[in-house]
């Protein structure tokens, strides 16, 4: 490595000493001072990194001179010390991996170059789903489901396990892989061991999970890429990017009496949608930070993705000393992250200067009410006295929208003057469906929580959010309320050890005693594994097309990732989730309606058993400290028996099983040293178009398989029962079943199929309707190329790879979109799918495209910056339209050009491979 500032220099603490690359070294001739946390950490990236090819001397100094006023700033490269992933991503890429090795052979290199060259750490934690719930085995019976259904997943992944060296694996039943980073994973400060020396830096990574932003409370720079990136920055390359507009958040004040870390985040991730930060670093500061604990930073981090930023990283200071200490981490570590991060000007004071920024959003912390969000998305944030009004206009748009609603009905909406009327008693008739159920008798309305999960890696690794709903539980158990029979609940804590202090706190039980028993350690309802409801609540909602709620203490609620027969569901923290399980429906005002009746039939409202701060501050102080940490963590990387016992090959070539979890996919057949020509895209058709606001979910669902979609007859036709089809999520590992799941969500409105929803388009040469993989496969065989045509936010949400995966294996070269959420463009770039974006002001709707036009795009081969499409009507017609090519790199530029990057690092440690051979 270059050294040519002279930054490496000697760090002395407790008198170990540490090789570090000192900052200082730079201000001679830059003013490091005034660049932000995030930026510094890069800086020193670059500067520990510096090699002459990847890293230069140039992307030192514009880093150095960031104009926070400027834009995006020129392009650096980043190599973070880790790489983190969780099971539904992990798995394809450790399939990918596998394949790669294959391919490697094949082109008489290596094998064995393809293996991770950072560590990385696969934490298995989505598999699990609730089956079972409202019982004291519900854990044991859920486990015992996720190994029979996911062996074969788990055998590949022990093989991974032996195969990769630097490659860890948290079994099953750990906890979330997000929470398992903030309390053990994460180092804040990295170090390593080498011949010249420790050497010392900041802890930073990547993940494939959105959510890996978690970790920015812990003062940990990272967010989430898709898994084909991940897989890239194992395998050593950097991780190109343009230096970042810095959005400075401002915190002031601190949190009224009942407002939680839930409603803050909900209230920080509406002000910075509005504000536009997708593809910006957000940076907390200010004098507010001292009264904000390190749960409560981690659950504003988490939810980066959902305000649109690639991360939102909050700065080293005493509560991070403090997390550190309180989660178990060694005294040596503690004493390192300090000094270290003091000598790099990286530490927080009470009252000091504040970096540049490109700009500030401020918010005083008394100024959060108790909110919830929904019903669709999670920055479409609601205060708790709004909620029943906003459901209320909600329900009568959708049914109006269904046709739903006879014109009789519409006066049981209506009140005095003729406007909305909230207060009616009579909305809820209409639809309603009398139910039996466990010899209960009840009815089930339009707005009835139907599951009410304690959930997602937001909310699980905050004591206080988990305290506040445990004595809610209790308080409202003392007062003889229960549950509502049509609620399915549930409790998927993010490690062992929220129920260890739950347990010694005496909250646990009064969880369980209304149905909040642990169901599984893992992400379960946030990513669509909620489970099923009963038969009965299914079919009244069929029978009634009621609209249904779910209440999650989640990150996540786009259309169809719940259940797809709950359709709307609002984000709220745990004790609200408790508090609306008991209340039973969403269109119950909890800020001035009764709950419930006591023994004595007094009505009981929810100030009544809310808890004070003071009551949750107690029982943390009492009951949660370092030793459950350092206990829970002992054996981390055991596993279960269940883990311990499954037979693992040895083998550093895997031979592929015959398997409908795990195959080969075929990436790289017919693959050559040198990458083929860039050629125009001619007479492509449209498989799909769409409006705004797309999520990944839509392109590639995690949650149920169906058993008419094609994925799911496919899946018979190997002998699958429906009831052993499992997730998609869980089935990433076999390309046949994600092509088929491409664009499968129950709810994706494709405006090529009118009238529908779900997997449907049109096949143009004959006009009919079929599924989009059928239609797809036929114009494979034609060799027709296709495009789909998008709105804004195209590939919001989750960063999954296979939206671009399926995307590429369906036949599609380029998506035209208005706009593009920053991981699925880059995945798009990644799997060699052109992402082209319609001029400002220009629009598939305002040029007049429907979509049964075919499309013509100019080469690429000189990487221009726009392109010429011209679509051709069915009846002659030109229309020409300019579009922006949205490779933003010169690196995204070799990725395309060898069809995607694992083509690319193939290559590239192919030919290394033959020459040193």
Not at 350 to 377: C, F, M, N, Q, W
Not at 838 to 849: K, P, Q, T, V
Request: hydrophobic fraction near 35%.
């Amino acid at each position: 490595m270059s050294n040519s500032y002279n930054a490496r220099q000697t760090l002395n603490v407790d008198g170990k000493p540490y090789q570090i690359y000192g900052l200082d070294a730079l201000k001679g001739q830059h003013d490091v001072d005034r660049l932000p946390f995030s930026l510094k950490i890069l800086l020193e990236n670059l500067l520990r990194k510096e090699d002459g090819k990847n890293v230069t001397t140039e992307q030192i100094d514009a880093l150095c001179q960031w104009d926070p006023k400027g834009g995006p700033g020129e392009q650096i490269s980043f190599m973070p010390a880790r790489v983190v992933l969780q099971d539904f991503t992990g798995v394809p890429a450790v399939v990918d991996l596998a394949a790669m090795r294959d391919a490697m052979k094949k082109l008489g290199g290596d094998p064995n170059l393809i293996n991770p060259l950072e560590p990385a750490d696969l934490v298995i934690d989505h598999s699990v789903m609730v089956d079972h719930f409202g019982a004291s085995n519900a854990l044991d019976l859920n486990q015992r489901i996720e190994f029979k259904r996911n062996e074969e997943r788990y055998k590949f992944l022990r093989w991974g396990q032996k195969a990769f060296s630097n490659f860890r694996v948290v079994p099953p039943g750990t906890g979330i892989v997000h929470q398992v980073n903030l309390e053990y994973l994460a180092k804040t400060v990295f170090t390593k061991e080498t011949d010249e020396g420790t050497f010392a830096y900041p802890d930073t990574l990547v993940g494939t999970d959105s959510h890996t932003t978690m970790v920015n409370g812990l003062g940990v720079l990272g967010w989430g890429v898709g898994g084909i990136e991940a897989e890239a920055a194992m395998l050593g390359q950097p991780i190109t990017m343009l230096i970042p507009e810095v959005i400075g958040f401002k915190l002031s004040g601190q949190l009224r009496e009942g407002a939680t870390a839930t409603d803050l985040v909900l209230t920080v991730t509406e002000k910075l949608r509005k504000k536009g930060v997708v593809g910006k670093f957000v940076e907390f500061f200010g004098d507010g930070l001292d009264n904000l604990p390190l749960a409560d930073r981690a659950t504003i981090a988490n939810m980066a993705p959902e305000y649109g930023a690639t991360c939102g990283i909050f700065p080293i200071d005493a509560e991070t000393i403090e997390y550190l200490r309180g989660s178990g981490r060694d005294e040596e570590t503690i004493a390192l992250v300090e000094a270290y991060a003091r000598q790099q000007g990286m530490w927080r004071e009470t009252g000091s200067r504040h970096a540049e920024y490109s700009d500030v959003v401020e918010l005083d912390l008394s100024d959060v009410v108790p909110s919830i969000a929904g019903p669709k998305r999670p920055q479409d944030r609601i205060a708790l006295t709004d909620a029943k009004p906003a459901f209320l206009n909600f329900l009568e748009e959708e049914l109006q929208a269904r046709g739903a609603m006879p014109d009789e009905d519409e006066a049981r909406f209506e009140g005095e003057g003729g406007d909305t009327a909230p207060g009616n008693s009579h909305w809820h008739e209409i639809g309603a469906v009398n139910v039996e159920q466990n010899g209960k008798q009840f009815t089930l309305n339009h707005g009835d929580v139907v599951i009410a999960a304690i959930t997602s890696c937001t909310n699980t690794s905050n004591p206080a959010v988990l305290v506040a709903a445990g004595l809610v539980a209790k308080k409202a158990h003392d007062r003889g309320l229960t549950t509502k029979p049509w609620v399915k609940t549930s409790f998927a804590p993010g490690s062992q050890v929220v129920p260890a202090y739950l347990n010694d706190a005496g909250l646990m039980k009064p969880l369980e005693d209304l149905g909040f028993h642990v169901v599984g350690f893992g992400c379960t309802t946030c990513i669509g594994n909620s489970g099923p409801l009963s038969d009965e609540i299914t079919d009244a909602i069929r029978e009634g097309d009621l609209m249904v709620s779910g209440v999650l203490s989640g990150n996540r609620n786009f259309e169809g990732r719940i259940h797809p027969d709950v359709p709307a569901n609002y984000l709220a923290s745990p004790p609200l989730v408790v508090a609306y399980a008991l209340a039973g429906n969403v269109a119950k005002d909890l800020s001035s309606e009764s709950i419930g009746h006591d023994q004595d039939g007094k009505a009981v409202y929810l100030k009544d058993i809310w808890p004070t701060q003071k009551e949750i501050s107690d029982i943390i102080e009492e009951y949660i400290n370092s030793r459950m940490y350092r206990e829970q963590y002992a054996n981390v990387f055991e596993g279960s028996k269940a883990w311990q016992q499954l037979p693992a090959a040895e083998d550093e070539i895997y031979e592929w099983p015959d398997s409908t979890y795990v195959r080969n996919p075929p990436y790289f057949e017919g693959m050559g040293l040198e990458p083929g020509e860039v050629t125009e895209i001619r007479q492509a058709r449209c498989l799909v178009k769409v409006g705004d606001s797309i999520t990944t979910d839509h392109i590639s669902p995690a949650g149920a398989i169906k058993a008419d979609s094609p994925a799911g007859q496919y899946l018979q036709e190997l002998g699958v029962m429906p009831q052993d089809f499992n997730s998609y999520g869980s089935r990433r590992g076999n390309h046949e079943v994600m092509m088929r799941g491409t664009f499968a969500n129950v709810r994706l409105k494709n405006e090529l199929a009118p009238g529908t929803q779900g997997s449907w388009t049109t096949y143009f040469p004959t006009g009919e309707q079929t599924s989009i993989y059928d239609a797809a496969m036929r114009y494979k065989q034609e060799s027709t190329p296709l495009v789909v045509l998008a709105g804004k936010e195209y590939g919001t949400g989750s960063s999954r790879d296979w939206a671009a995966k399926g995307t590429a294996l369906l036949g599609v070269r380029a998506v035209i979109a208005e706009s593009y959420e920053r991981i699925h463009r880059s995945n798009l770039v990644g799997f060699g799918v052109v992402p082209l974006q319609f001029n400002e002001g220009d629009s598939a709707e305002s040029l007049g495209l429907t979509g049964e036009e075919t499309f013509s795009i100019e080469s690429l081969d000189a990487e221009p910056s726009s392109i010429t499409v011209r679509a051709v009507t069915p009846d002659g017609e030109v229309k020409s339209f300019d579009a922006k090519v949205r490779i933003d790199t010169p690196t995204e530029w070799e990725y395309f050009r060898n069809g995607g990057i694992l083509h690319y690092v193939l290559r590239e440690l192919a030919q290394r491979s033959q020459q040193a051979a």
